[in-house]
């Protein structure tokens, strides 16, 4: 690894608990990533020449303290920051700090990093960019790429972001049992859509670093802070699950292949045991919840070694219970799957038809519905439906995938006529 990349592994690591711990001693978000900031810069100057401290979080949060407080004198007129070689020649006080920011001062500064990023008043969408932005260190312009906005507009969704979470007037002090319980799910479910972003997006060339990896980053790190929470283990594995099928995803014209149809021995068999264990010890807790569930539904598909071998039955039985734990008409869209393995296509089209109109904007449930109608010989109605996905597709390989099935369809209508 060359010098540089030592260096910002080093920084993203250190990232959320150094963000968490200036965010909780300056109560602003802005001066907190401003500080951050500072302190990399000198980390990258500094670094290569003494080498790495002894522990990184602590040396950040050391400068990026002092560079607050600098800024801070600044707008009041008051001293400047000590000189360069003071601050770089932190050993004494730095181990100091270390050792009085233990772990279970590292983990509430985490999570109030994390629930703050998550404030309720946010939508989805800038919940998910500004955790990409403060959480991750991802540029505005890598978000919006990833969001295929322009980077104008990305920026003035982080900023207004952070304004609604300044004007909201967030508490900053440790957060207590209840609070932790209320938002770790809040919490949970930002990583899960920070993984689909990068899942739908099929991990293009449209962010410089895939949004799937850093979404199992963040599951594994707030693991790390709720070792013993059955349904994180369950995100974690269910991210990992769905990861492991990447390569398989797209062939080599960056054409969607269906998960029946992958070639399994591209599949990440280590990302797979991994998973899987976690899953297993989840499930020991007894606490099922949405995020098990769909692990466990994952995790049929990763043991069958061949489609045929998919346990559909106990595929079509979990999503009965993830319908009873978290009705959707999307969980009911997905277990339609299910049942037209099991009963054939005319009865998971009479599942799915009273979904129409909750659905009538997404694009699975057309595409679903014109592959089930083609099934059942009915080729007018498979065309419209098809025609209908193709206009709802967000991605190119969503409508290259329907667009085959489309022109097969037309080939073989116009053969029968």
């Not at 919840?289 to 769909?294: H, K, L």
């Not at 209908?388 to 967000?394: G, K, Q, V």
């Amino acid at each position: 690894m060359s010098e540089l990349g030592w260096i910002d592994l080093a920084l993203t690591s250190a990232r959320p608990q150094a963000m968490g711990a200036l965010l909780r001693y300056f109560r602003d978000l802005d001066l907190a990533e401003e500080a951050f900031q500072e302190a990399c810069l000198r980390a990258v100057r500094t670094w290569p020449e003494k080498g790495p401290p002894r522990d990184p979080v602590a040396w950040l949060i050391f400068v990026g303290r002092n560079s607050g407080i600098d800024q801070l004198r600044k707008r009041a007129r008051q001293a400047p920051l000590p000189p360069e070689e003071i601050l770089s020649d932190l050993d004494d006080v730095e181990g100091d700090l270390a050792e009085r920011l233990d772990g279970s001062h590292y983990r509430d500064d985490i999570l109030r990093l994390l629930f703050v990023c998550c404030h309720p008043d946010l939508p989805a969408t800038q919940q998910i960019a500004l955790a990409l932005r403060i959480v991750s260190g991802l540029s505005v312009r890598q978000i919006a790429r990833a969001f295929l906005v322009s980077e104008a507009a990305m920026e003035q969704r982080v900023t207004r972001a952070k304004a609604k979470i300044a004007a909201a007037g967030l508490p900053f002090e440790t957060p207590d049992a209840m609070s932790r319980s209320e938002r770790l799910g809040v919490v949970a479910a930002m990583i899960y859509l920070v993984f689909n972003e990068g899942y739908s997006a099929g991990e293009t060339e449209r962010a410089d670093k895939p949004f799937c990896e850093e979404a199992i980053r963040l599951a594994r790190l707030l693991l790390r802070l709720f070792p013993s929470e059955p349904e994180i283990m369950g995100l974690t594995a269910l991210l990992l699950l769905q990861h492991s099928r990447l390569k398989a995803r797209f062939d080599a014209n960056g054409q969607i292949v269906l998960l029946e149809d992958q070639d399994r021995s591209l599949w990440d068999d280590r990302m797979i045991r991994e998973a899987l264990a976690l899953l297993d010890k989840a499930i020991r807790h007894r606490k099922p919840g949405p995020f098990q569930i769909q692990a466990a539904i994952a995790a049929l598909h990763a043991r069958a070694a061949r489609a045929e071998d998919t346990d559909w039955a106990e595929i079509d039985l979990l999503y009965q219970s993830l319908e009873r734990l978290q009705p959707s008409p999307v969980v009911t869209l997905n277990r339609a799957v299910a049942v037209s393995k099991l009963h054939g296509p005319e009865a998971a089209l009479a599942l799915i038809a009273p979904l129409e109109e909750r659905l009538s904007g997404y694009f699975y449930f057309h595409g679903l519905r014109g592959g089930l109608l083609k099934q059942l010989g009915r080729g007018r109605e498979a065309h419209e439906a098809f025609e209908r996905a193709i206009a709802l597709a967000t991605t190119p390989a969503e409508a290259a995938h329907i667009r085959q099935h489309l022109d097969c369809l037309t080939r073989d209508m116009a053969a029968g006529a």
